[in-house]
């Protein structure tokens, strides 16, 4: 069992930024991936990046969102910039054993609990 705690959400103006942490419980490996998700109210779950031997990111986040994994390697980051409204969201850390990414969140094994980002002036 790997357990995520995310961190660093909160409140931001448009144009801001903020990045957020997820401390993992296993350090990440070619069998350990990790990844962001989010949730908007009212809106599925929709797959944010994530870290392999590679990065990926959706396609409408790529140039303002960037992952990113600390040294020790059991730490995943993801900084977002030029933040708009419609980032809002419950931003997930999530980890599957496969060593590629997935952007279907059944895909994944694990879950943290959740971090808020709120992008409002």
């Known amino acids: 069992q790997v357990q995520l705690v995310e961190s660093g959400g909160g409140l931001v103006q448009p144009g801001g930024s903020l990045r957020l942490s997820c401390a993992a419980s296993?350090?990440?490996?070619?069998?350990?991936?990790m990844g962001w998700f989010r949730q908007a109210p009212g809106k599925e779950r929709e797959f944010v990046a994530c870290?392999?031997?590679?990065?990926y990111y959706a396609d409408d986040l790529k140039g303002r969102f960037t992952i990113s994994s600390g040294n020790a390697k059991n730490t995943v980051y993801l900084q977002m910039d030029s933040l708009k409204s419609e980032d809002t969201a419950v931003y997930y850390c999530?980890?599957?054993?496969?060593?590629?990414?997935?952007?279907?969140?059944?895909?994944?094994?694990?879950w943290g609990q959740g971090t808020q980002v709120t992008v409002s002036s």
């Open positions: 296993e350090r990440t490996s070619r069998t350990l991936v």
């Open positions: 870290m392999s031997w590679t990065t």
């Open positions: 999530a980890a599957k054993r496969s060593a590629r990414c997935s952007s279907t969140s059944s895909d994944w094994d694990y």
